[in-house]
């Protein structure tokens, strides 16, 4: 079920950056607070920038303070994960279900009703405000 997408369909509006390649395929980390959409509080939903997919709702959104445009929940199904032993950690990895693209990491210290931190990268999302969203 995807309710959000235009009649153009739902593929990524514009061609990615550089940036947003590092990250979707290379398993790239934005700066820290470098999102706009950590700022971002409209209703609205957050599909995958890499090929449109809906991967989280702004109602799942919240502040969690890392940086990093964070959620407690993904949509069912949308989001998959991996377990990631680089740079010496041992982290759960989150990636887009559908195109595989790298989105950010999983951490267990989140808010309920979950418990669950979806530390995400803002340049992997591409958030389409609600209809009517002020
Ligand atoms: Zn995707």
């Known amino acids: 079920m995807n309710t959000s ?3 153009a ?4 509006r514009a061609p990615l950056t550089p940036e947003q390649e590092r990250i979707l395929r290379e398993h790239g980390t934005e700066y820290p607070g470098s999102s706009p959409l950590n700022h971002e509080k ?5 599909h995958c920038a890499g090929c449109g997919a809906l991967l989280f709702r702004s109602a799942t959104k919240y502040d969690s303070g890392s940086g990093w445009p ?3 929940a993904a949509e069912p199904g949308a ?4 377990r990631d032993t680089r740079h010496g950690m041992v982290r759960t990895e989150a990636h887009c279900a559908a195109c595989g693209g790298h989105l950010g990491h999983v951490f267990p210290d989140g808010p309920p009703p979950t418990g669950e931190r979806y530390c995400i990268n803002g340049l992997a999302l591409d958030f389409r405000p609600a209809e009517g969203a002020a």
């Open 5 to 7: 997408c235009s009649p």
């Open 9 to 12: 369909g739902c593929g990524p």
């Open 42 to 46: 409209r209703e609205g939903a957050y």
């Open 70 to 72: 964070s959620f407690w």
């Open 79 to 82: 989001v998959a994960t991996a």
